[in-house]
T-cell receptor, first 112, second 113 residues
Framework: NAGVTQTPKFQVLKTGQSMTLQCAQD?????MYWYRQDPGMGLRLIYY???????DKGEVPNGYNVSRLNKREFSLRLESAAPSQTSVYFC???????????FGQGTRLTVV | GENVEQHPSTLSVQEGDSAVIKCTYS??????FPWYKQELGKRPQLIID?????GEKKDQRIAVTLNKTAKHFSLHITETQPEDSAVYFC????????????FGRGTSLIVHP
């Protein structure tokens, strides 16, 4: 039982490049989330998917897009990376909206 | 939307002392309050949670208290140990709207041996 798996763990991008962060969960959870973590800022919600087929913006959605590919997978795309998007990104899932969240191991992204 | 304030941002204690982290929330409709622990370089993990119909919950050395009237909740860790050193996040989830929790900014707890 792997829980929530994110790839990659580390990534360096040049300004303007694009990339997709992948996330998959094997707990049959309905809800999935993408957060970014910056020093002193806590965990800020980028996008979430309350259930398969739906996605909604969180607190800091600008510069990002998401896809809920199926119940297991929820990807985050940066179309044109900016240095302000340097952060640690966490994917998470929960059985239903807002309850106990299980986090992936994180992706440390640096945009130069 | 919900606003969660967490204090202090850093807390330094001696091994064996107690530690208390406090959070306040703005939405009186919030009904679920989880606490997450994040060790250095690791993912956040739930350590305890409380719902609005309960005033206190304990699990071994950790406890959470909730005061709905004052809209604040606290994490209490007794007999602290070096392995309790981590960043702790509180969160509050409203019973309406998006139902997505809002997190506090975190408290870095340092337990000195």
């Amino acid at each position: 039982n792997a829980g929530v798996t994110q790839t990659p763990k580390f990534q360096v991008l040049k300004t303007g490049q694009s990339m997709t962060l992948q996330c998959a969960q094997d707990m049959n959870h309905n809800s999935m989330y993408w957060y970014r973590q910056d020093p002193g800022m806590g965990l800020r919600l980028i996008y979430y998917s309350a259930s398969e087929g739906t996605t909604d913006k969180g607190e800091v959605p600008n510069g990002y897009n998401v896809s809920r590919l199926n119940k297991r997978e929820f990807s985050l795309r940066l179309e044109s990376a900016a240095p302000s998007q340097t952060s640690v990104y966490f994917c998470a899932s929960s059985e239903s909206r807002g309850l106990e969240a299980f986090f992936g191991q994180g992706t440390r992204l640096t945009v130069v | 939307g919900e606003n969660v304030e967490q204090h202090p941002s850093t807390l330094s204690v001696q091994e064996g002392d107690s530690a208390v982290i406090k959070c306040t929330y703005s939405d009186s409709a919030s009904n679920y309050f989880p606490w997450y622990k994040q060790e250095l370089g690791k993912r956040p993990q739930l350590i305890i949670d409380i719902r609005s119909n309960v005033g206190e919950k304990k699990d071994q050395r950790i406890a959470v208290t909730l005061n709905k009237t004052a809209k604040h909740f606290s994490l209490h860790i007794t007999e602290t140990q070096p392995e309790d050193s981590a960043v702790y996040f509180c969160a509050a989830r409203a019973s309406g709207g998006s139902y997505i929790p809002t997190f506090g900014r975190g408290t870095s707890l340092i337990v000195h041996p």
